[in-house]
């Protein structure tokens, strides 16, 4: 099944095993800038896509939680001067 959002379409790839593995295979469409980012990224932080990808879902996870929560997310100096708040989309 595919789905559409934010300019990154996401096929779930049919399971054809009995038994599910540990890990699932999922395949991503991407926009040719959002597909450059992603290797930049990885580049950047000497990593896999896949693993771009890992730390990105960890972070939103952590961002809903905290939002839902009626928090606020920002960045901040180190010495707490608040640069700039993250707002989620929708």
Do not use: Q
Not at 29 to 38: N, R
Not at 61 to 86: F, R, W, Y
Request: glycine share 6%.
């Amino acid at each position: 099944m595919a789905k559409s959002t934010g300019g990154v379409s996401v096929i779930e790839a049919p399971e054809t095993r009995s038994d599910p593995p540990a890990e699932k295979r999922l395949n991503l469409i991407l926009s040719a800038g959002a597909y450059s980012d992603l290797a930049k990224m990885a580049s950047l932080r000497r990593t896999t896509m896949t693993e771009i990808v890992r730390l990105a879902l960890g972070l939103l996870k952590v961002a809903i939680s905290e939002v839902n929560a009626n928090h606020k997310l920002v960045v901040t100096t180190e010495d707490g001067k608040v640069l700039k708040e993250l707002i989620l989309p929708g």
